[in-house]
């Protein structure tokens, strides 16, 4: 009853890595996945990570219970707080519902069908490009994706201009993927200036915001910084969906540890926003994973490992930054043709390099050098040991 399927391809970004796991070269480098390495090529444990997990370990009390559907209240009282800032009067007012989901990716879906059921508006404007995941989570969600203009291949920047008309003409109630910091593919982010003028349109209009928080304290190393376009919009006392990843702050990738908050009006709206949450989550998968929360909760509550989370945190940044610099400076050295200031102008874990497919394709034949095929490099999986050679794969690449 089988034997009419067609074999599906491999995911475009999880695909690279199934691709370079096959090739048996000693020179292979993997920037595909947005998935922090050291100065070793190596995936990193934080330390704080190994601390929170000896103290439950030792913590005989701890069982292995089912969790509430809606997860860890504790963890999800320090995710929303994390995001919308420890004195945010929605938090305090009580207005933030938060659910503990699977990662980032199972708290757009939690929201996505969410909205799907329950608001008025079924069309959700998703930035162009974005991460690959996003169409398909929200179309299988209910929704229906349309893009708006965000990246300029001209200038390697924002389209600011074609962002403010389409999300200017996009009907009124519309619901906007918003990328919080660290734009992934491109790592450009709108300034400061740039998003309050996105807030006041949107909130002109009374389109929905629904961030996408992947990389808090990634892009800048510090997470306040990093939240701020969140906090402007809760700020406004407006309604808003936030998906949060803990997979990149804290290493905690293969943990599935994410939440999803939605900012309404009132206590009394968020309480009721909640039941229906469960609703979706209960037939999906039940309730969450009980032990990636209990480390985010043991090192958010606890002041030093909270401290030593920042300072680890702020070093994964600092490393991806010296990165970009490095690369800056080797394809400068080989006089590689073309500009190549956006690698240092781009924030976050990617650089959207502008090499095209072919461009790809050859850097992976010729130098086993995996990457997505839109030319979005993971700077976290560089080394200063690898910029050479990825260095000599792109100068090959534009002079071949
Ligand atoms: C990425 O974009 O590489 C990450 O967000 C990992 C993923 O799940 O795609």
């Not at 207005?95 to 990716?105: D, E, I």
């Not at 909205?115 to 690959?132: D, K, M, V």
């Amino acid at each position: 009853v089988f034997a009419h399927i067609v074999r599906a391809p491999e995911d475009p970004i999880l695909g690279v890595t199934v691709a370079y796991n096959k090739d048996p070269s000693p020179v292979k480098l993997n920037l595909g996945v947005g998935a922090y390495r050291t100065e070793e090529g190596k995936p990193l444990v934080l330390n704080v990570v190994r601390q929170a997990e000896q103290q439950l370990v030792n913590d005989r009390s701890r069982v292995k219970e089912y969790l509430p559907i809606v997860g860890l209240a504790e963890y999800n009282k320090l995710s929303a707080k994390l995001i919308l800032g420890a004195d945010s009067p929605a938090i305090q007012e009580n207005r933030v519902t938060t659910v503990q989901c699977l990662s980032g990716t199972g708290s757009l879906r939690v929201g996505g069908e969410f909205l799907a059921r329950h608001y008025h508006q079924l069309t959700i404007y998703i930035p162009l490009p974005t991460w690959g995941n996003h169409p398909k989570v929200f179309t299988l969600a209910g929704l229906s994706v349309k893009t708006y203009r965000y990246y300029d291949p001209a200038t390697r920047g924002l389209d600011f201009q074609g962002l403010l008309e389409d999300l200017g003409s996009a009907p009124s109630g519309a619901i906007v993927l918003l990328h919080a910091c660290a734009h992934n593919p491109t790592g450009v982010d709108p300034t400061i200036q740039q998003w309050e003028q996105i807030r006041q349109l949107m909130r002109s209009k009374a389109l929905l915001p629904f961030f996408d928080s992947a990389y808090q304290g990634f892009a800048s190393g510090s997470l306040d910084a990093d939240a701020q376009p969140v906090r402007m919009f809760v700020a406004d006392g407006g309604e808003c969906l936030v998906a949060q990843s803990y997979a990149k702050n804290m290493g905690l990738y293969g943990e599935r540890v994410g939440a999803l908050s939605i900012v309404c009006k009132s206590a009394d709206v968020a309480s009721r926003v909640e039941s229906q949450l469960k609703l979706v989550i209960r037939p999906m998968y039940s309730s969450p994973p009980i032990h990636g929360a209990s480390i985010v909760a043991t090192i958010l509550k606890d002041r030093n490992l909270y401290t030593e989370w920042t300072i680890e945190l702020k070093a994964m940044a600092d490393r991806i930054i010296s990165m970009r610099q490095q690369l800056f400076d080797a394809l400068r050295a080989r006089g590689t043709p073309g500009d190549w200031s956006h690698i240092i102008k781009q924030i976050g874990m990617f650089t959207f390099t502008g090499l095209n497919s072919e461009q790809v394709a050859f850097m992976t034949r010729q130098y086993h050098v995996y990457m997505t095929s839109d030319g979005r490099i993971s700077m976290a999986g560089l080394s200063s040991r690898t910029v050479p050679h990825l260095a000599d794969a792109i100068h090959a690449a534009v002079t071949s």
